[in-house]
Nanobody
Framework: QLQAFGGGLVQAGGSLRLSCAASGRTFSSNAMGWFRQAPGKAREFIATINLSTGSTYYADSVKGRFTISRDNAKNTVALQMKSLKPDDTAVYYC??????????????????WGQGTLVTVSS
């Protein structure tokens, strides 16, 4: 089970930190990811992290602005977002899969999903 939280309303140029708490069967996962879905658009990959090594991979659209991190002791993964733009407005989801991959980045490649948290960036 995954629970994402931390969304809210922020002005363009501002920062926000999302967190995702993992429990239950997701413990066997070695990779966590963040996705987002804007109204009328497909769910898109943002970032993923290897829970064992800490290796990360980002979509070009957020590279340099977003940072994914993990705290294995607390079973949490965070997404620090800065320099936010109105185009970043979306529902953000955390997800887990068994193995870390920089190739399998589609939403169907992840097995476990959180409920989503809304991020709204005003211009």
């Amino acid at each position: 089970q995954l629970q994402a939280f931390g969304g809210g309303l922020v002005q363009a140029g501002g920062s926000l930190r999302l967190s995702c708490a993992a429990s239950g069967r997701t413990f066997s996962s070695n990779a966590m990811g963040w996705f987002r879905q804007a109204p009328g658009k497909a769910r898109e990959f943002i970032a993923t992290i290897n829970l064992s090594t800490g290796s990360t991979y980002y979509a070009d659209s957020v590279k340099g602005r977003f940072t994914i991190s993990r705290d294995n002791a607390k079973n949490t993964v965070a997404l620090q977002m800065k320099s936010l733009k109105p185009d970043d407005t979306a529902v953000y989801y955390c997800a887990a899969r068994a193995q870390y991959s920089t190739y399998y980045l589609g939403f169907h490649d992840y097995n476990y999903w959180g409920q989503g948290t809304l991020v709204t960036v005003s211009s």
